[in-house]
């Protein structure tokens, strides 16, 4: 029990502001742990996202400026480190050259076209997203999403992945999942996403199985482009696999 309140409390100090402290010292078991239960800080985003979106529509804020208030919360929630990785994943996709080049783009400490564009495109999408998501009274879909896109980070953790350089993020977390921790949590994520859509309880399963498989699909790909896994690639990983759930939550509404 001790061990999993460490890892809780690490995943919570990694991936957000809130002031949490984990664990002093960090090694790959505890990492692994608090990768495991990262989809639990997804809920947290997700239910301050939408009482934020709620109280704003409940204002007379317009849908959209709604959902850029969410997002907006979010990235400050998240020291918008995920949003970073979207970026240097982007550029990295984008350069020409061997995995040490794109790695080389990565750690530049700039963004290039290709990831101002990628972020412009995915908080567009997530932000008129969230607001349709708020018109349509579909709280629970907001509360949900970001969970979805946690749980891309176990699947992209699965054992058998390589980290890209030997020492940083990556290293500690990548390999770290086993095949029960990631069956665990895509069917609790197919299970609380029946009630996304009350009309069509199938579509929210199906969604999650579509988002997840594209996420490991796009993990896969970065996996062999930059030579093995990075903190950069599971940023991109949680912010495209939102933006992608939340679009598949909103088809034929």
Known sequence: M???????????????????????????????RAIALAPIVGFALGGICAALVWVSVTAGLSPLLSGLIGVAAAALLTRGMHLDGLADTADGLGCYGP???????????????????????????????????????????????PAIGRVSVVLAC?????AAAPSGFGALVAGTQSTAARAVWVLAAV???????ADRPWQGPLV????????????????RRF?????????????????LASIGLLVGS
């Not at 001790?2 to 690490?10: D, S, T, V």
């Not at 699965?158 to 390589?162: N, S």
């Not at 299970?191 to 859509?197: E, F, N, R």
């Not at 030579?227 to 933006?243: K, N």
């Open 158 to 162: 699965r054992r058998g992945i390589d």
């Open 2 to 32: 001790r061990g999993r309140a460490g890892g809780l409390l690490l995943a919570f100090s990694w991936l957000t502001v809130l002031p949490v402290r984990g664990p002093e010292n960090v090694d790959r078991h505890s990492a692994g």
């Open 99 to 145: 995995p040490e080049r794109a790695r080389e783009v990565m750690k530049s400490g700039s963004a290039g076209p290709f990831g101002v564009a990628a972020i412009a495109l995915v908080l567009a999408v997530q932000a008129a997203s969230l607001g349709q998501l708020a018109q349509q009274h579909l709280w629970w879909a907001i509360v949900i999403v």
């Open 227 to 243: 030579g093995g896994l990075s903190g950069d690639v599971l940023g991109a990983g949680i912010e495209t696999t939102t933006a």
């Open 208 to 223: 999650v199985v579509a988002v997840l498989a594209l996420a490991v699909v796009l993990t896969r790909h970065c996996v």
């Open 191 to 197: 299970a609380i996403s029946v009630c996304a859509q």
